[in-house]
C-alpha cells in the first residue's frame, strides 16, 4: 500500500533544507510548499482555542490559519473559504485542522503525500509526533563552519556568530538524539556534501526510506524552485540553478581567522563526529570562549523553559491533538479506517 505518511525537513538553518524542499516537492507523489509558519504557533495557542469538538471554536482555528497577518497562508495559493469548510467538516483535532491545510496544498498538484519544511522544526520533533503519530523526518546536516558563514550573510538573521556556531550545535545534538531514539523507518539523515555530489545515490536511499520510487527529476530541482520558492526570498537563488558543490568548504573565504578558531574549539567534536576535517586553527582567545558559553547556556535554559511549559500544559489539553487523516494516524488513535464522518459545523 503507497504511503501516506507526513515527510518533515528538519536540520540548522542554511544546511541545504530548501534544496531538499525541492527535491522532494519534484517527486510526482510528494507536495512540500514553502514555509508557513503557523504550525508551531498555533500548537502553542491551542488552548486560546478550546475544546476544537465545538465548531465556534474549530472556525477561529480555521481564520487564523487562513487569515492570520503572520501565518503566511497566501504563499500556499489555496482558496481560503474552501480551507475553512474542509476544516469545519474534518476531524476535530489540532493535527487534523493543519493537516488538511497541507493535504489541500498536495492536492493543488494532483499528489496524495505531502511535507513541511521549517529548519526550527528539529526542535519540535516531539511535538510533530503529537500532531502527526506516523510522520517521518528527514534531516540534513551540512558543515557547521558553512552554515554559520551563510547564517551571518543572511538578510534576516540578527544574531552574532556565537548564536549561529550555537544554533549548529544544538541541530546535530538534537539528531544525534532523534537517530537513537526514533524507530528507523521515523528518522534518515543525509549529508548536504553527498547530496551535492551524487544527488541520484542519495536520494535513491531517501526515496527508499520514504516507501517510494525514485524519480530523476528529483535530481533537477531548479525547474519548480520558482514556482515553490516565494519570489521575495532572494537568498535562496542558488535553488534556480543546478545542484552544485561550489559552496562545498567555502567558510575558508567567508569567515574570518577569529571565526574559524572559534567554530572549531566549540564545534571541533561534533565537526569530526559528522565526517568534517579540523583546520588546525589556533585556540581563540578565552573571552570569546566564553562569550559563546554564556549564550549556550542562555539558549539551552530558554529551551527548557519553554519545554518545561509545554510539558504542564499536556495535562489540561483542551481537546485531542493527533490528526486523524492518515491510515497510520487513525490507527494510532483507535479509530476504524473506514471514511471519517463528517462533523457539525456551525448552525447545523
Known sequence: MPS???????????SGTTMLQLMLHSHPRIAVPPETRFLVPAYYKRRQYGDL??????????????SGKDTKFRELRLDADEIIDEIMAGPP??????????????????KPRWGDKRPSYFHHVGMLQRLFPDAQF???????????????????Y????????????????????????????????LRYENLTADPE?????????????????????????GEAV????????????????ARVGSW???????EVALCEAVLGDRLLTNGYQLSGAPRPAAGRLAKYEKIAAKRRFGKWKKLSRDRIGRLREPSPVGALLTSGQRLAAGVPLEPAPQYAQIGA
Open 53 to 66: 469538538r465545538v465548531p465556534e471554536n474549530r472556525y477561529r482555528l480555521a481564520k487564523w490559519i487562513t
Open 4 to 14: 501516506d505518511r507526513p515527510i518533515f525537513v528538519i536540520g540548522c538553518p542554511r
Open 252 to 258: 575558508q573565504d567567508r569567515l574570518e581567522p577569529w
Open 201 to 225: 545515490a542519495e536520494l535513491r536511499g531517501l526515496c527508499e526510506f520514504l516507501g517510494e520510487e525514485y524519480d530523476p527529476v528529483m535530481c533537477e530541482p531548479r525547474h519548480i524552485a
Open 93 to 110: 483535532s489540532l493535527g487534523s485542522a493543519i493537516g488538511i491545510v497541507f493535504r489541500s496544498y498536495a492536492e493543488r498538484f494532483g
Open 230 to 245: 516565494p519570489k521575495h526570498k532572494v537568498w535562496h537563488k542558488n535553488t534556480h540553478g543546478d545542484v552544485t558543490q
Open 138 to 156: 528527514v534531516n540534513i546536516v551540512r558543515d557547521g563552519r558553512d552554515c554559520v558563514a551563510s547564517l551571518k550573510e543572511m538578510p534576516w
Open 158 to 189: 540578527r544574531k552574532s556568530v556565537y548564536h549561529a556556531a550555537a544554533n549548529w550545535a544544538e541541530a546535530v545534538d538534537y539528531a544525534e538524539r532523534h537517530a537513537r531514539r526514533l524507530p528507523a523507518d521515523t528518522f534518515y539523515q
